[in-house]
């Protein structure tokens, strides 16, 4: 917060544009972006190096050190709310900035920790507040920077969870053989401090009307214009009255003795004249011209008070049917979203593929949602499927579903190795569009889509945190990993019928009219009989028709 008196610096002031840039600064947002997925998700799910390294030291289970990702990914995802109401409170970048410092620290803290127990905390509760406060804010300026290039330049900048996965993984890994796991948490805890410069430059964005530049226009046409230059004219004849040129004496006109225009110079007077108009018409150029720079200023000025006295946190959102559709869609989405990663290698191997071989899958993974990330982004911008974008990714979803199930068939490595590059590829889809596509008017639009997102993750948190014990009790009931492929499967289904009436319920096509007449009663309201007002000239005074009241009355009758 900037002294009385002082001014904020420009680099870290707010950016002011007509309408969004679709780069400029976005792009430094982008890669800002970019690191904050290496240092979020990607070192979340690279996590898993470490686990044999905490299960020798405490002799703990499996099972009870991976609570320590689960706990963590919960925190993340519950306290979504809270990042919106902080983010809308305080801003993009102080939050942001908090939630690197939070990260680092419980990072760095987790080197130091001596059981399991204590990890819960460091880690899953202290990291797992700072990746919930980094996470949303990021993915959400960045949708306010971008909206033709939204949905390309948000997959490109979410591949650093995947280059995560593929390059940091494996150079921890190198590093932990050297230093030992505790140190080398340290250093992971010390580079994820470069949130916080990553959160300074997240310069806030305001949209100025267009109003004030076609204001501006019409002034200066208005100018311009002919009668503009016969007032000049008149005021220039005034000017010229008044100095003195003749004077009236008992009805004769007589040559005045003060020295006017045309006696300065040898027939410059009209030449000074249309200096003077020249000059005149500048000024007032000039002037209407600070005027509308100073309106807009307001203008700018009073958005900002706006965004300020914005609510906290909008729960009005959960009256629109297409959110609650869409959050039920992530839901059940999510339970297809952990069973590869932490079964793929054990089925593998009941399959009768070796282990060593067995590891392959996971990079298999890795490289395919990358590509799958750059595929959707191209894919999404392309002006063809501007308003299908839902259907684009309900087909993602259904591919998905069938590859699921197409893990439990499969008997060999091949067969294996090929469904865990679909299934990589249309993870990387669906990874870095459900959460954007939030913006999009066919679910919430960008207005809402900060307290839009924080609701949307604290929905399919439970899902997260449910999703790896189902599985496991599934398993251990069956005694067959792929039963837990199969629960996936079923899981993408159900999202899918729910994502595919989002956009019937936005029309209001699965809602009933509450107000079917309300037109007809409000029209008969302003039709106004003539008798009603007889020899009168009020008969033809039409009464204001209030727009806005119209445009609420029309969304009222499409709430379910």
Same mark, same amino acid.
């Given at each position: ?41 990607g ?24 609570w320590?990702v ?27 900035m ?30 797992g ?10 993915v ?56 916080i ?17 076609r ?37 004769s ?10 006696e ?30 100073i ?21 009005s959102?959960l ?38 071989r ?47 199930v197409?893990?439990?068939? #499969? %008997?060999?490595? @091949? /067969?294996? *190795? ?5 299934? !990589?590829?249309?993870?990387?889809? +669906?990874a ?37 014990p ?6 251990? #009931? %069956?005694?067959? @990993? /792929?039963? *837990? ?5 079923? !899981?993408?289904?159900?999202?899918? +019928? ?25 029209a ?37």
């Open positions: 917060m900037a002294l009385p008196g002082l001014k904020a610096p420009r680099c870290l002031g707010p950016n002011v544009y007509a309408e969004a840039p679709d780069g400029g600064w976005g792009w430094v947002v982008a890669g800002s972006f970019f690191l904050v997925e290496v240092f979020t998700y070192t979340i799910k690279s996590f898993g190096i470490f686990f044999k390294d905490l299960m020798e030291e405490f002799g703990e289970s499996n099972s009870r050190v991976s320590i689960s706990i963590c990914v919960f925190v993340m995802t519950f306290n979504g709310p809270l990042s919106s109401v902080m983010t809308n409170r305080l801003g993009f970048q102080i939050v942001v908090l939630g690197g410092l939070l990260i680092s620290l419980g990072t760095i803290a987790t080197s130091f920790t001596t059981s399991v127990n204590q990890m819960y905390i460091t880690y899953g509760l202290v990291a507040l700072g990746y919930c406060l980094t996470f949303l804010p990021t959400t300026i960045l949708s306010h920077y971008f909206k033709q290039r939204r949905s390309l330049v948000t997959a490109v900048a979410s591949t650093g969870e995947s280059l995560s996965m593929f390059a940091l993984a494996p150079a921890f890994s190198a590093l932990k053989l050297q230093l030992g796991w505790r140190h080398t948490l340290a250093v992971v805890g010390a580079l994820q401090s470069t949130i410069i990553c959160g300074a430059l997240l310069r806030p964005i305001v949209i100025q009307p267009k109003v004030n530049s204001k501006c226009s019409k002034e200066l046409e208005t100018l311009s214009s002919p009668n503009n230059e016969e007032k000049m004219d008149s005021s220039a004849v005034d000017c010229s009255e008044k100095t003195g040129e003749y004077e009236t004496v008992n009805g006109a007589i040559r005045s003795e003060t020295p006017t225009l045309r300065t110079a040898d027939g410059t007077t009209e030449e000074n004249g249309l200096l003077e108009k020249a000059a005149l018409m500048t000024n007032e150029k000039h002037a209407v011209t600070e005027a509308v720079e309106e807009s200023l307001h203008d700018a000025e009073k958005q900002v008070k706006e965004k300020k006295n914005f609510k906290l946190l909008d729960f959102i009256r629109e049917t297409s959110f609650i559709l869409y959050s039920l869609f992530g839901l059940f989405a999510t339970l297809g979203f952990f069973a590869p990663q932490l079964y793929i290698i054990e089925l593998s191997v009941s399959r009768g593929v070796e282990r060593d067995a590891t392959y899958m996971l990079s298999i993974m890795a490289v395919a949602e990358i590509l799958g990330r750059f595929s959707i982004g191209w894919i999404l911008n392309r002006r063809q499927l501007q308003t299908r974008k839902l259907l684009v990714l309900l087909a993602c979803v259904l591919v998905m579903m069938v590859d699921l197409g893990f439990t068939l #499969v %008997t060999e490595f @091949y /067969g294996l *190795a090929v469904c865990c590059g679909v299934y !990589g590829f249309f993870m990387g889809t +669906l870095c569009t459900h959460i954007p596509l939030l913006a999009e008017d066919d679910v919430v639009g960008i207005e809402r889509m900060s307290s839009a997102a924080g609701v949307y993750v604290f929905i399919h948190s439970f899902a997260g945190l449910a999703g790896p189902l599985g496991g009790v599934l398993v251990d #009931v %069956t005694h067959n @990993y /792929g039963s *837990a492929f199969y629960s996936c499967a079923a !899981g993408m289904a159900v999202s899918a +019928l729910f994502l595919g009436l989002v956009k019937p319920a936005k029309k209001g096509f699965l809602c009933k009219k509450k107000a079917g007449n309300t037109h007809d009663v409000q008969a309201d302003i039709e106004t009989p003539s008798e009603n007002f007889p020899d009168s000239a009020e008969k033809h005074v039409k009464p204001e028709v209030n727009t806005e009241q119209l445009e609420t009355t029309e969304k009222e009758t499409a709430v379910c």
